[in-house]
């Protein structure tokens, strides 16, 4: 049997939305399923709505009538609750990423390990894939696509570099990035610097840190007092955004404080320290290795 996805730190994360058998909840990352039909076991009267804007997740879908999947990107939060009717949520969970899915469809061209087409899209109605990044960027916003979302500090050579390739062909594949990459990746630690390179396309491709910090604002918009928000994180990019928007309310960690000095925020940080996965679990699921659980609940 081929697994869709398997969630990461799920005990943790739907313990951390203190449910409320009677609540309105949100999964903006649908996926397999595997949130989602958690927290769908403690509700009674209770509502989920659940986004994914990848098509192929539609054949997860669950049958129940507290259920509704939305074929919608995340960052759409508020509008689609308000049109189902809804102006107040008592929980939210985020499992960002790619799934197992995604990673393992080679088509998709979300993983260096195939030499496939550079696609990358999780939405697939969307018409830039990676690839066309590669063709089209001029070399200044490659590299910084590169450094900003990958953290390459070789981002300028790298560019150059494919630069360079597509002025004889478009780099179109993954064997044809590697090939124009000749020479600057670090032997020791290959797999790492590819993982940060696919990183960075997939975000460029995707916008995922736009969409991440649309959908944060508008959760908290939609969030009742007492109601809970738990985001599970892959790369220090999210987790920064995340752990930021939590402890003061801005995605640049500024404080404000008021009047006697306190600091304001709209929330309270459920978990001071961030949430990592246990042994066994990385032992089960070696992907759920780079997981970090924040949870934070409204004031």
Known sequence: ???????????????????????????????GGGHSRAILDQLTSGRLIAFDQDTDAA?????????????????????????LGISAIDGLIADLGVSFHQFDEQERGFSFRS??????RMNRQSTVKAADILRTYEEEKLADVFYKYGE?????????????????????????LMSALTGLVP??????????????????????????????IQALL?????????????HSLEDR??????????FE??????????????????NRKVIVPAEDETTANSRARSARLRIAEKI
């Open 1 to 31: 049997m081929v697994i869709y996805h398997l969630p990461a730190l799920l005990t943790e994360s739907i313990a951390g939305l203190n449910l409320r058998p009677d609540g309105i909840y949100v999964d903006v990352t649908f996926g």
């Open 241 to 250: 955004l995340v752990k930021n928007f939590f402890r003061s309310g801005n």
């Open 59 to 83: 054949a997860n879908a669950i049958s129940d009538e507290r259920f509704t999947l939305l074929n919608q990107n995340f960052r759409y939060l508020k509008n689609n609750l308000r049109y």
């Open 115 to 120: 030499d496939t087409g550079l696609d990358m």
């Open 152 to 176: 390459l500090t070789n981002s300028r050579k790298l560019a150059a570099a494919i630069v360079r390739a597509r002025t004889t062909k478009p780099v179109k594949t993954v064997s044809e």
């Open 222 to 234: 939609m969030l009742k007092p007492g109601g809970r928000i738990a985001v599970i994180t892959y």
């Open 253 to 270: 960690g500024a404080s404000d404080k008021d009047f006697y000095g306190n600091v304001t925020t709209p929330f309270r940080m459920i």
């Open 187 to 216: 032997p020791w630690e290959e797999n790492k610097f590819y993982a940060r390179l696919f990183q960075s396309l997939r975000i460029e491709v995707n916008h995922e840190m736009d969409a991440l910090t649309e959908m944060l």
